[in-house]
């Protein structure tokens, strides 16, 4: 079962993170502060307004980006076949390049939660899965 954590809770780390656009798109995308626990390649769970989605991490020549983030984590490899929950997020939330976020740490490596500055957010924390279990997942999902 999720545990429950809020965005004010102790054992969470909270940076400050900016919308903007990258290369010639023009949908809006998460610059991340490199003092987060990623590198780029790495595809985590991302909160947005409660819902977890799984988000790719990219490296460009600024830094640690986030250019969606989609409904599982077959649909984050591969981008064109799902709708971008991030960019939905961002229209519904008011948060256009140039706009400040929120990039809660609950997990690192594996879970965060992004928000509106201020505002306070529950998270359901899913159970990071066995790494052992992971790779063999990832082994049939890619046969």
Known sequence: MAERV???HSSVSTVRA???RSGGT???CLRLPSD???SGGDIV???LDGETYHAPVVEDAEGLLVRGAYDNKRLARNPGESENRLVEWAQSSG???GSSVEVDELEPGFFYGVRVPGKRVVYDVPTKPNDSLASI???LEDN
Do not use: N, Y
């Open 6 to 8: 809020p965005s004010d």
């Open 137 to 139: 997942a990832e082994k």
């Open 26 to 28: 023009t949908r809006p």
């Open 95 to 97: 948060r256009g390049p």
């Open 18 to 20: 900016k919308i903007v």
């Open 36 to 38: 987060l626990s990623l």
């Open 45 to 47: 769970r991302l909160s």
